[in-house]
């Protein structure tokens, strides 16, 4: 989810991916101060909580309490969902990257049935290469828009988040020019994408989520252009996206979603 009221989410993972007795853990890591990061964890925990699902944990990873630890791997062993809430994705990723922790989880969700979800920078973690920083106007000059190393659950898309609000057009545009090979994503707030397959985007929640293509380019100068100057690109494909449609990623195509069959009443 694109950030903002995430009870959304929250429902949705309940509702439909998980049982009442499904091992939810959440991840508050993003969240820079300790006693913020503990309450927020707590609250998440809360909120599943109060939905039915009694077996839900907070899973406090931080400085001084190591992702590594055999209680941790054991979870996330039992795990059915991870939650990772927002914050800063560039912490989040520090604490995860590299570690026995993030190998198992994704070993977990690339072979078994696992959710892997978050909302703001737990979803911009989600790809091996995520955007961390870019303003405005000023994210279309280059070296202003910023990427590193993401999570790596999936590949070659780039997912931003609070996209309409915040006005994270530039960025995303400005990263997949530079990089045709990714897929920008753009998650408005209260919004959100569930990925089947590691191909099929669908959309949750009542707003847009923004796809920008750059496999068609003609012409791009990001390679070229100095320092602190603007780009220019030609041939950006751009779609929008709402509930009822969706985008499959290998064939870069927006389509319907089938719809199941209503029943007649008689």
Avoid: W
């Avoid at 439909?16 to 990061?37: F, G, K, M, Q």
């Avoid at 609070?162 to 997949?176: S, T, Y």
């Avoid at 380019?217 to 990001?222: A, D, L, P, W």
């Amino acid at each position: 989810m694109g950030g903002g009221d995430d009870e959304g989410l929250i429902r949705l993972i309940r509702s439909e991916v998980c049982s009442l007795s499904s091992r939810v853990e959440v991840i508050a890591s993003a969240t820079p101060r300790v006693l913020d990061a503990i309450n927020s964890g707590k609250a998440y925990k809360e909120a599943f909580e109060e939905l039915g699902c009694t077996n839900a944990h907070f899973m406090h990873i931080d400085e001084q309490n190591p992702a590594d630890t055999p209680e941790h791997l054991e979870r996330i062993r039992q795990a059915d969902v991870v939650f990772f809430t927002g914050g800063d994705q560039v912490r989040l990723a520090s604490f995860l990257n590299g570690t026995e922790l993030l190998r198992l989880m994704r070993h977990r969700y690339r072979t078994e049935n696992i959710i892997i979800s978050g909302t703001s920078a737990g979803a911009a973690i989600m790809s091996d290469s995520m955007i961390y920083d870019g303003y405005g106007h000023y994210s279309l000059i280059k070296g202003e828009m910023k990427t590193t190393e993401g999570c790596s659950f999936i590949k070659h898309v780039y997912i931003d988040t609070h996209f309409a609000e915040r006005g994270r057009f530039g960025r995303l545009a400005h990263a997949v020019a530079h990089d045709p090979e990714y897929i920008g994503i753009g998650l408005s707030e209260e919004t959100g994408i569930i990925i089947k397959e590691g191909d099929q985007v669908e959309v949750f929640g009542p707003g847009v989520v923004t796809i920008i293509d750059a496999s068609e380019i003609r012409f791009s100068n990001t390679n070229e252009v100095s320092e602190n100057e603007p780009i220019a690109v030609e041939n950006l494909k751009m779609h929008l996206l709402v509930h009822g449609y969706r985008y499959c990623l290998r064939e870069r195509l927006f389509q319907a979603v089938p719809q199941e069959p209503s029943e007649e009443v008689v």
